[in-house]
Structures are given as structure tokens and as C-alpha cells.
């Protein structure tokens, strides 16, 4: 196989590795481009495992990518949210790279250091092999195995796993969102956990809450406010994004918000609002996302 055809066949693959480190399409779209490249100058023939080869290209570049990031987004104005991608409904029935590529997990790796984000990803999702992963973030075995440790306690402490049933996950969804487009607040309030936290996006350049809304009699208060807000030529769409339930709200031919639903498959636990215009542009197009089980070791 060519050169170009073999990155190609690996191609979803390093999209998705680039984007669970990075956090953005944007940037991994440049970092599977600036691999690419790279690819593009070695003698593929000469290379054994062109899988590892080209995940730990992308995997150095995209740390790069995010040590870049990490500095801006120190300044940044409010929470910070990944970029909104959408994924085809299936990827809700594929429990682990759903999980990977939700809000809730993404923002809970932001608090990861970005060799430990890089590894959680690489060995959680991926199942790379320790040796690979090593090769890829330029560590140690043991020190790969130690970080592998820690970022998974970290995470699993701040996101427990819960048995995903993505038809109730859906369901409930649809009630929270049928009640919001429908104006019934009552409603709307029955359907969030009494815990549930609002996380809204505008980066400083437009409205959004700047801090987390928490609890159910919050949030209904908050999503009325917005409801009251008049959107030019409103235009409102069902999504899949990032694996879970969403709404593309459109003023004219512009998405202007993305909402993403998530639940405990009984009541809405987490929602997430993006207007921060530099991170909608990847919420009509789909993208393919790659899951492959390695062995592992």
C-alpha cells in the first residue's frame, strides 16, 4: 500500500487521538495535517507497525498542541468546554469511546497534566500496549505505568462509570428537551438531578454564564432567562455531538448555541452550552471516529 493510503486507513484513528488530547477539532485537524506530512517524508516500507508509528507522531504533536493551548486558556473568560463534534448516533451504543468523547470526561481531562492526558487516552480508550505508549510520550516504561495509574484514579474518582442504557439516556434527553422548546419549566425542572451542573461557553466574546449554574431550581431560573432572549430567524435542530443528545440552535445560516444533554439514564445530570463562535464550526459536519482493542500489555 502507498504511502498516502496507509495514512489514510489510519487516518479516524489519529483524528480521534489528536481530539481526546487536544480537546478541539480545530487543533487536531492541524495536528493530523502537520502529521501527515510528516508521514509523507519517511519510506512507509521501512516501517514494522505503521499503527504505533503514526499514533505516536500525532500523539507528540498533539502534546505539543495542548501545552501551546494550556497557556491561553489560563486567561480564558469563564469555563472552558472542548469543541462540539458530531458523531454518528451509533457511537452512544459503543459504551467506552461514548464515555471517551463526552463533555463530562474531556472537561475532567483538562485537570490531567497533558503526559498523563496523553497516556489515559492512549491506554483507557486505545488499549495500547505500555511499550508503545512509552515510545509515544518519550517516558519510561514503569514511568508510563505509573502515570496510566494515577490519571485513571484521577478520572474514575471525578467520573464514575454507571451502567450506560444509551435508549433511556436518549428518552430522558428528549424530555428535557421537549420541555425546554415547549416553554414548560415545571417540566423541565423534573427531569434535572437535584445535583446537576449548567457549564456555558461564550469565551469572553459573547453572553454566557461565567461560572457553573448548579442545581435543578437554578438551572430551570437560568435556561428561562435565555428563553426570554429573541434569536434572529431561530432555527432549532436535533444533533448527535460528542456522543450524547444535543440542539443546534441557528440564528439565520449561523449556529449561534449547542446545548448537550447527559444524564444517569434517570435524570439529567450535565449540561452543556457552547457559544463561543471560534468552537462551533465542527457541529454539521460528521466525523468518523476509531475504536480499535489492541493487545494491551
Known amino acids: 500500500m502507498e504511502s498516502a493510503g496507509v495514512f489514510e486507513e489510519h ?6 487521538i489528536a481530539y481526546e488530547i487536544t480537546g ?14 510528516r508521514w509523507s517524508q519517511v519510506d512507509a516500507k521501512t516501517v514494522q507497525n505503521p ?16 501545552r501551546a493551548a494550556q497557556r491561553r486558556r489560563e486567561d480564558y473568560i469563564g469555563p472552558w468546554l472542548p469543541e462540539p463534534v458530531v458523531t454518528a448516533p451509533d457511537v452512544a451504543e459503543h ?6 468523547l463526552s463533555f463530562a470526561m474531556l472537561v475532567v481531562l483538562e485537570t490531567l497534566s497533558p503526559d498523563e492526558r496523553a497516556v489515559f487516552v492512549l491506554r483507557e480508550v ?10 509515544a510520550t518519550d517516558k519510561s516504561l514503569a514511568a508510563v505505568r505509573q502515570m496510566a495509574s494515577r490519571a485513571k484514579a484521577h478520572v474514575r474518582a471525578r467520573q464514575p462509570r454507571f451502567e450506560v442504557d444509551a435508549q433511556r439516556q436518549r428518552a430522558v ?3 428535557f428537551l421537549e420541555a425546554l422548546l415547549g416553554g414548560d419549566m415545571q417540566s423541565l425542572m423534573d427531569t ?7 457549564l456555558s461557553d461564550g469565551g469572553g466574546k459573547v453572553t454566557a454564564a461565567r461560572k457553573p449554574v448548579i442545581g435543578a431550581d437554578n438551572i430551570t431560573r437560568f435556561l428561562a432567562g435565555i428563553a426570554k432572549t429573541p434569536v434572529p430567524q431561530m432555527r432549532v435542530e436535533l444533533s448527535s455531538l460528542n456522543g450524547m443528545p444535543a440542539l443546534v440552535v441557528y440564528s439565520g445560516d ?6 448537550l444533554v447527559e444524564s444517569n439514564n434517570e435524570y439529567v445530570t450535565g449540561i452543556y452550552l457552547v457559544r463561543n463562535p471560534d468552537k462551533l464550526g465542527a457541529t454539521t459536519e460528521a466525523r468518523a471516529f476509531h475504536y480499535v482493542i489492541t493487545a494491551g500489555k
Open 95 to 100: 459504551a467506552v469511546l461514548s464515555e471517551a
Open 254 to 259: 449561523r449556529v449561534d448555541v449547542v446545548a
Open 11 to 16: 487516518r479516524s484513528l489519529l483524528f480521534t
Open 126 to 135: 486505545f488499549d495500547f500496549p505500555y511499550a508503545e505508549i512509552a515510545e
Open 51 to 66: 499503527r504505533a508509528y503514526l499514533a505516536k507522531t500525532v500523539t507528540r504533536q498533539a502534546l505539543n498542541s495542548l
Open 24 to 37: 478541539t477539532a480545530t487543533d487536531a485537524e492541524d495536528v493530523v495535517q502537520d502529521s501527515f506530512l
Open 173 to 175: 434527553a428528549d424530555r
Open 192 to 198: 434535572l438531578a437535584p445535583g446537576a451542573v449548567l
